[in-house]
């Protein structure tokens, strides 16, 4: 069956990471199962790959969208007067939060063992804590448990698990805070979130060229997630 011509099809990225190295998509099927490139790359070569498709498939789509001034797909995607109406901040926050819980695997490899029965939230946090510490154990009024405890349960699993955030907690494009308190609710800002997320991966990558502490179990999770 012939393609209609305005189906999606686009070109394989083809890029160049180190001075004679090869061209590489960044996707895992093409470089590793069809070309068989990852098994001959050095431990800093997989890093520069990982960190690149990072980029490519994560963070700079995100960028993107929340470039200040917003971009035309901004208000087009936030059309909330449209018919129907529109609002992806909680599906781009969905991605954001399970994004930070996978970069935590290869933080911490060793809550992805069997007797840890994949500690997710260990990750989640673990990344947090490390990269993100403003949104780690910040402490939030009456009653509620911290910020990275209430974005674990109320954001990235009522929104896995129900397409909600459940509880007091709602998602507010904030001028001048990342997160705030009404007196109700607790307020995240997806824009603050990304900038500080978008931070702390560039750091994570900086600590994987020159922190032997921070490669090694980076390495580990790495063979395992892309294995060659």
């Known amino acids: 069956m012939p393609i209609p011509k ?94 930070v819980e996978a ?13 840890y029965r994949f500690d997710n939230k260990g990750m989640f946090k673990a990344f947090l804590e490390k990269y993100m ?21 109320n954001f990235r699993n009522g929104i896995a698990h129900g397409f909600q955030i459940s509880g007091c907690g709602s998602l507010e494009f904030l001028e001048d805070k990342p997160f705030n308190w009404t007196g109700e609710i607790v307020q995240v800002c997806p824009i603050h979130f990304f900038q500080d997320l978008d931070a702390g991966v560039k750091t994570y990558s900086a600590d994987l060229s020159q922190d032997p502490c921070i490669l090694k179990p980076f390495i580990e999770r790495f063979a395992y997630v892309y294995p060659s």
């Open 6 to 99: 305005d189906h999606y099809l686009t070109e394989e990225p083809m890029v160049k990471l180190w001075e004679g190295g090869p061209s590489l998509s960044l996707f895992y099927d093409y470089d590793q199962l069809r070309d068989n490139k990852l098994g001959g790359m050095t431990d800093q070569q997989k890093a520069s790959w990982f960190t690149a498709r990072i980029e490519m498939i994560f963070l700079g789509p995100l960028r993107e969208v929340f470039a200040i001034p917003p971009p035309p797909a901004f208000h087009h995607l936030m059309a909330k007067s449209a018919s129907p109406p529109r609002s992806f901040s909680i599906a781009l926050m969905a991605t954001m939060l399970s994004g």
């Open 103 to 115: 970069l935590g695997s290869f933080l911490r490899p060793d809550l992805c063992r069997p007797q």
């Open 133 to 153: 510490p403003n949104w780690s154990n910040q402490s939030l009024p009456q009653g509620n448990p911290p910020l990275n405890e209430f974005l674990w349960v």
